[in-house]
């Protein structure tokens, strides 16, 4: 007999349907799993047989073959179980002769531990959504009950496969999926109030934060570089809706699921410079989102920069220009989603000290000279703000007065953020920075005394056409954060401050 039950898989984190259909036929007993299943799947054989007898059902010893069609799609993970498990019993005709009702109409999700009990699995969000608007029911697993809620879509929490197979054949009940209960956000507990004194530095972290613009702080250690940078999500605005889901899906496919709450804070990731390229960038034997995913819509603070590996440092150029990556396999490739603002910081030479008024730097020139060479080139290219961080005397830092705080800076923030969303056409999802060649001539013409300036950073101190650019991106969120609609001379000369490492003697002072 033929069964075909309905579920979901993941390309990516977009979800699509899968029918499972399970065909008995007499013969010596054999069991395969076709459809271009992983090895996960194809493990879903041992547990079904024994999910199955633990749970009061005879397992078939005849011929079985499963098909997980499209049969050209790949299809991954453990949430197969319940669904080729259902399809067994339904083909030997534990349902009756004609397919039951609810069986037809739902989708089924879950892997199945020996016992019969479910498990819960991850990317339940991504792939529930590519049910939207169908009204169709989903029977998932109890402990992904809360994040199921989220997707809108009518979903049902089993506990294991008997109290599914007693719900198909009319015999009990599901309970409907309720949301998590939202817990007080408690707000960012770091302030900048608490950061004394490095007003240059905070000025270029509102400006990035209003722009979406990359930044590179250069200082010796102490300075306040990571201090700075575990208070600079405060300054971005919340995430809107969509935001919220597209960072949703991508915790959920890490299996990373929030407590099954929507993510609603900006994420903050900061990998350790020891991380492999796969883990920041995304990859692995299955596909999974790297860290520059993780900080999609959010913040990727990556402390000690040249110290990351060189192909890491390197992969960040498709996520850095195109805002996603692309993870190849030999089947498939995988699009992760991965717009996020690249906070980095260094120390001005290896040991840290180099230009420290009191310290002295015990470095080579060569070394200064190969450890500022591992950020060079193609990945400065894409960071737009360069601040330079000097360290705050013991006798200065007491006589300074506290800071302004996280919420006043984070309202001019978000104002130029309405701006810029106003400028693109409604998009939130598009900052200054992100600005194309004919955006450029379009929003960000030139003052009259502003060339001049250009040209002395050019002449005087070496700065390559491409930086002007910057420039023009940077004077362009400057004058946003005054509400200004044109660009004025003063806007352009505080912008050329931040190209810092454009310098032809690239950090020579420091
Ligand atoms: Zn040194």
Not at 55 to 82: C, M, Q
Not at 215 to 240: C, D, E, Q, T, W
Request: aromatic share 6%; glycine share 8%.
């Amino acid at each position: 007999m033929l069964a075909k039950i309905s579920t979901l898989a993941l390309k990516g984190i977009d979800g699509f349907a899968v029918s499972a259909e399970v065909y008995i036929a007499s013969g010596l007993p054999a069991y395969a799993i076709v459809g271009l299943p992983d090895a996960a799947v194809k493990e879903a054989k041992e547990r079904v047989v024994a999910a199955v007898r633990n749970s009061g059902f005879d397992f078939p010893l005849k011929r079985i073959t499963v098909n997980l069609a499209p049969a050209e799609k790949k299809k991954a993970g453990t949430h197969l179980d319940l669904p080729i498990a259902l399809g067994v019993l339904a083909a030997c005709g534990k349902f009756g002769k004609k397919p039951a009702a609810r069986l037809e109409d739902s989708f089924f999700i879950g892997e199945l531990a020996l016992d019969g009990s479910l498990r819960p699995v991850a990317g339940v969000l991504p792939m529930l959504l590519a049910l939207k608007g169908l009204k169709k029911n989903v029977v998932v697993p109890d402990g992904n009950a809360a994040e199921a809620a989220v997707s809108g879509v009518n979903c049902l929490a089993a506990s294991d496969l008997k109290q599914v197979a007693a719900w198909i054949s009319g015999k009990g009940e599901l309970n409907a999926c309720c949301p998590a209960a939202v817990p007080e956000v408690a707000g960012f507990v770091q302030d900048f109030s608490e950061v004394k004194g490095q007003a240059f530095a905070k000025r270029a972290l509102e400006i990035a934060a209003a722009g979406f613009h990359n930044v590179i702080m250069v200082g010796p250690p102490g300075s306040g570089k990571s201090m700075l940078a575990k208070r600079f999500g405060a300054l971005l605005p919340a995430m809107g809706l969509d935001e919220s889901i597209e960072t949703t899906k991508l915790y959920s496919v890490s299996g990373l699921a929030c407590a099954g709450r929507l993510v609603r804070e900006r994420p903050f990731r900061e990998p350790h410079h020891t991380i492999s390229d796969a883990a920041l960038i995304g990859g692995g034997s299955i596909p999974r989102p790297g860290e520059v995913s993780l900080a999609h819509n959010g913040v990727l603070f990556l402390d000690e920069f040249p110290e990351f590996s060189r192909p890491a440092i390197e992969a960040l150029r498709e996520p850095l220009e195109a805002c996603k990556v692309t993870v190849s396999r030999v089947r498939e490739s995988v699009v992760y989603p991965a717009r996020f603002l690249l906070l980095a910081a260094m120390n001005p030479c290896p040991c840290g000290y180099l230009g420290h008024p009191v310290r002295e730097c015990a470095c080579t020139p060569l070394q200064v000279h190969k450890y500022r060479a591992k950020v060079s080139g193609p990945i400065l290219d894409r960071i737009d703000l360069h601040v330079q961080l000097s360290p705050v005397q013991y006798a200065d830092w007491e006589a300074l007065p506290k800071g302004e705080p996280s919420a006043a800076i984070s309202a001019r923030v978000i104002k130029a953020i309405k701006i810029q969303c106003a400028r693109f056409g409604g998009r939130e999802d598009r900052g200054n920075a992100s600005m194309s060649a004919g955006e450029l001539r379009r929003h960000c013409a030139l003052p009259e005394g502003a060339s001049a300036v250009l040209e002395v950073a050019m002449n005087k101190l070496g700065f390559s056409a491409r930086s002007l650019d910057k420039i023009l991106k940077i004077s362009r969120t400057i004058a946003d954060l005054e509400g200004a609609a044109a660009i004025k001379r003063e806007h352009v000369i505080e912008a050329v401050q931040y190209r810092l490492l454009d310098k032809s003697e690239a950090l020579a002072d420091i």
